[in-house]
């Protein structure tokens, strides 16, 4: 085993840093087209296409949003937020892959029309481990997490919580009905990121879109100020 | 990134050649023990450790339940199973990896008290992609997911659903107010998967574990009559 781990370290050094040097023309890009670059990324089933969906319609005609779909298959995310008023959509199957990378964001941007576009979100596939590793060239990393997934997600995920610019808590509806404790949750994160601001919504409800939204629009505002 | 890529899959190709032929040594060990060994995979914070816990619970004396948790970080999960009665636990701490391979399951089965054992869960990394890549040696592959997950993951994350020998959907208790819809669900799995057996359950409610305990007893009873 000894021969092929140190080829696999080899290679996946190799692969990361190519990673990282696309993901770097992403940002430049996106940045230069004045589209704010939003990574989301969650557990499967955490509410990333209802957020994406509920930001879109609490934005209003104050920004357009366009959205970059990750999934292993399928294409009903892009189709949902197109419905929802997504000024462009494109859709990657990753063929199995569990993240996406920053060749493959690459690609997508072609087929965007970015100079309409003022925020950019990329959903991850449903993942809390292995997009951490990935850069895509976004200028925010967010991290969604679902109050039914419980308060201990911080303890068990802490590289995802760790490395987010901002967290959002979603499904705060569900906060009484699963038991999940806040104090435990924010004892949690403040531990691993003292820093990162932290919104509770629901998706459902559509509770806290107005302080989150507003949140996105002012770092919208700072890109295009700098 | 072509000799880069080529290199990768002749390394992964050895590397999943390794670990399955590690998973049969395990598979081949806990049989001889007379030990049903579950693998449980599931997104983050499906319940996994919830439904170790009631299942343990259920089961009562009749059968003698040890763990392997597996988490990239924490011992928090291997405690809780103690607690609630588990014969033996034994905490594998990924370092990062997302899924558990079969040479750390190996390491782990020295550290338990196989002879006293019934049945053994192992507790995956909370994941829907990557553990659907790697044997680990069990007899059993249980996908677990939870209703505020939503109904599309079978659409969204096909493979885990296919491979798995038994389905569990939990927080049935959550259906009616995180609006899930069961058709939908049920259409999806069994495209994928036409005959592993669906059960429902509620690890908050104890709802359906006397059905899916008889079964995991009945499969006990079947791999020490084989």
Same mark, same amino acid.
């Given at each position: 085993m000894s021969v092929g781990s @140190?080829?696999?370290?080899?290679?996946?050094?190799?692969?990361?840093?190519?990673?990282?040097?696309?993901a770097t023309r992403n940002r430049d890009r996106l940045a230069r087209a004045g589209v704010l670059t939003v990574n989301l990324m969650a557990a499967p089933g955490a509410?990333?296409?209802?957020?994406?969906?509920?930001?879109?319609?609490?934005?209003?005609?104050?920004?357009? @949003?366009?959205? @970059?779909e990750g999934d @292993?298959? =399928?294409?009903?995310? $892009?189709?949902?937020?197109l419905r929802a008023g997504a000024l462009d959509a494109v859709q990657i199957n990753t063929g199995g892959n569990c993240h996406l990378e920053a060749n493959m964001v690459d690609g997508a941007?072609?087929?965007?029309?970015?100079?309409?576009?003022?925020?950019?979100?990329?959903e991850n596939v449903?993942?809390?481990?292995?997009?951490?590793?990935? $850069?895509?060239?976004?200028h925010l990393r967010l991290c969604l997490v679902g109050a039914a997934e419980g308060h201990d997600k911080p303890i068990k995920y802490?590289?995802?919580? $760790?490395?987010?610019?901002v967290i959002v808590l979603t499904k705060v509806d569900l906060i009484d009905a699963v =038991?999940?404790?806040?104090?435990?949750?924010?004892? $949690?994160?403040?531990?691993?990121?003292?820093?990162a601001p932290i919104f509770e919504v629901s998706s459902r409800t559509g509770a806290?879109? =107005?302080?989150?939204?507003d949140w996105l629009l002012e770092r919208l505002g700072r890109l295009r100020s700098a």
């Open positions: @140190i080829k696999l370290v080899q290679v996946g050094e190799r692969l990361l840093r190519d990673n990282d040097d696309a509410g990333k296409t209802s957020l994406i969906v509920r930001t879109i319609e609490t934005v209003g005609d104050r920004a357009r @949003i366009g959205v @970059i @292993i298959a =399928g294409s009903i995310d $892009a189709a949902t937020v941007l072609d087929d965007l029309d970015l100079a309409g576009m003022d925020i950019l979100v990329i449903g993942n809390l481990v292995c997009p951490t590793h990935w $850069a895509r060239g976004e802490p590289p995802m919580f $760790a490395g987010s610019d =038991g999940f404790d806040r104090d435990i949750f924010y004892d $949690a994160v403040r531990a691993l990121n003292p820093r806290g879109f =107005g302080e989150w939204s």
